[in-house]
């Protein structure tokens, strides 16, 4: 039996607000997503009232769990300040799992939507995942660059390495890393309702994308993305491992910088090509980055040379080399350059990614490069843990 929006609001009728009304009438939810009975929605309030609305989201929860048919409820209370607000934000409180039968799972309200005015990385300490030596971005100033397809073969390329090796797709709206890796199960439940990421090619996957149906339009609003992303983060049984490789959305908006700021990472990789709007896009990658203090390990060039899957030339269409030039003015790494091929994009399209389908090839031998100058810039970090 298949959950309606109508009935998630029917059981949010049955709570009332602080404001006198039912949750439904109180103003403050976003759009409801109902998929395959996983329940997405916020409940959007101002810093100030966030403590009050707290047990109704709680309560929220509880009434959207207990809808027969209901699987996962994903409800994030957010907290906005109002511009000029004088009162500071809620403190954010480490995520917690209260009880070992819990369907859904909460978010704190600690995501502000006004993106972080820069400085240290304040989520860092209180939000590291016990297990996971290094989280690391992979990100670009828009989209189309081959973000997710790198960030894949990267983990593969670490993988190489002898590393322990996790993907997290938060590119919530449009998650490709279902169609890069094949993967169209759904994860499992643990005992403690955490889920279990998917195994493939030695990695441990998660993505937004197994739990919605691929052509499920998602208009995210910026809290919402930080709340979902926080909770594949958390409540996800992600074992121990060395790396977990963020395959973040494209671009730099409020979303992109809020994410930057409360995952606590310990850098960044920005992919770029060679043309120019897109390095002045990846230069706003990187001042996002350094404004919420996350080391930026490198740039990476993708699609720099075209590569004939023919006779093999090599053709700088887009007057390649420029991502390399900038990193070296910018004082940031070049990690490598990453040729525009045929079998790149078909063993992607395929849900075989090139390191795993052609490992003796030299693509992944050029991803392994990556991954190898990745390492030795984490290295300190994972022999720590
Ligand atoms: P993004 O995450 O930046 O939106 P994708 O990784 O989804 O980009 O890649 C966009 C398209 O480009 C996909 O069809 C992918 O197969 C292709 N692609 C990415 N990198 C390369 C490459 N180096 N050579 C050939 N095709 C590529």
Redo the contacts with the bound molecule.
Sequence with gaps: MSVTQQQVLDALSRVMSPRGVALPNANVLSAITVTDGKVFFSVNVDAAEARAWESVRAQAEAAVRAIPGVSVAMIALTAERKPGSASPPPVPQPHRHTSGHSHSAGVQPAASHRPPQGGQNPMSKQAEIPGIAAIIAVA?G??????????LNLALGLRDQGLRVGLLDA?IY?P?VPR?TGIHDKPQLNADRKMIPIERFGLSIMSIGFLVEEDTAMIWRGPMVMSAITQMLRDVEWGKLDVLVV?MP?GTGDAQLTLAQNVPLKGAII?STPQDLSLIDARRGLAMFRKVNVPVLGIVE???YFQCPHCGTRSDIFGHGGARHEAEKLGVPFLGE?????S???T??AGTPVVDSEPDGP?AAIYRSIGARVREQLQDVIAAA
Excluded at 338 to 342: A, D, V
């Design positions: 670009s828009k989209g189309g660059v081959g973000k997710s397809t790198t960030a590119d449009g490709s890069l395959d494209p992919i993708n699609m720099s990453i040729p525009l091929h045929m790149i994009r078909a992607s399209d693509h």
